[in-house]
């Protein structure tokens, strides 16, 4: 098989992603061709409500390798779901449909050595529930990967959460050495694999002003000599660095990654510096795995009004990586 489509995995059923995807098909031409991962008759469903029109073909899992496929129609590998109307309400009621959907996902990835997928976005209260703190985790705990790591990238400045969706009260027992320098290997390793280059790679503190009021410092117990040893290993990084100021334009241009302690640490300022122009990489899996940087969106559901610019920079990423 020349060709390597990029699988796609629409998600959440009740989510806007269906309509990103509508409309990145209109604005930006894949040099691959896509394979949806999808219910027929919500795609149907969904184009109708939506006003979109596009040929559909039906793939079975066995025809993928044999197909030699474009983006003239809609490749679809049908997943049964059975929606009464184009959007309800965000339950349980989808979890097997999303569940079924990954597992027809890795196991194309697995037979027909595809290594570009994206995924929809996900309730993580609904389908993930307290067993998984993200999609980064889910994925990887299917495929037993012990360490993963979950870079927001932008061309311009990346960041990544040594912890990602945890309560904060959790945050500071989950701070240790051993993860912060694994991980940080994990991003080094795929900007050299990727692009050809060391990152700069910035660290912050975990309390503010890496200061503490209390005995036991992190920055100075946990933060510093995890620092040390990833030197040690040549990797470009330094810190920690306080995070008020992080990302001050000339603090922030001196880095091709920001890594923080947290999830709202390093992805507020992202997200307020970049908007949709960000996508969600999981790194340290055996294929490039991506999903577009927002969530399902519930309260715009069916309003034909959502940015599909975090799809497009999801798909041209692959196109071109």
Do not use: W
């Amino acid at each position: 098989m020349n060709i390597k489509p990029i699988l796609l995995v629409a998600g959440e059923p009740n989510s806007i992603f269906l309509e990103i995807f509508f409309k990145t098909l209109k604005i930006y031409k894949s040099k691959n061709p896509i394979i949806l991962i999808c219910s027929e008759k919500l795609l149907k469903m969904q184009m109708k409500k939506l006003g979109f029109k596009k040929k559909i073909k039906l793939l079975s899992l066995k025809e993928i390798s044999k197909n030699i496929l474009d983006n003239k129609s809609i490749n679809l590998i049908n997943v049964n779901y059975n929606p009464k109307t184009a959007f309800e309400k965000i339950s349980k009621k989808s979890n097997t449909y999303i569940e079924n959907s990954f597992e027809i996902a890795f196991k194309i990835i697995k037979n027909n050595n595809i290594y570009k997928l994206i995924n929809g976005p996900i309730s993580k209260k609904s389908f993930l529930g307290r067993e998984y703190l993200g999609i980064t985790e889910y994925i990887s705990k299917k495929l037993k990967i012990k360490t993963t790591a979950m870079l927001i990238y932008n061309k311009n400045l990346s960041v990544c959460p040594i912890t990602t969706h945890l309560p904060i009260k959790k945050v500071s027992k989950n701070i240790k050495k051993n993860i912060i320098f694994d991980k940080i290997c994990i991003i080094n390793d795929f900007y050299e694999e990727k692009f050809g280059f060391k990152p700069s790679i910035g660290v912050l503190g975990l309390n503010p002003h890496c200061e503490s009021i209390d005995k036991f410092n992190e920055d100075e117990k946990i933060i510093k000599p995890a620092i040390r040893d990833l030197l040690l290993k040549k990797i470009k990084i330094s810190g920690p660095y306080s995070a008020d100021t992080m990302f001050l334009k000339n603090n922030r241009k001196k880095f091709d990654v920001i890594v923080g302690m947290y999830h709202d640490q390093v992805l507020t300022p992202l997200k307020t510096l970049y908007e949709y122009d960000a996508i969600n990489i999981t790194l340290g899996l055996p294929f490039t795995r991506i999903s577009p940087d927002h969530g399902p969106n519930e309260k715009m559901l069916g309003k034909n009004i959502s940015n599909p610019l975090s799809l497009i920079k999801a798909i041209k990423f692959l196109d071109t990586n």
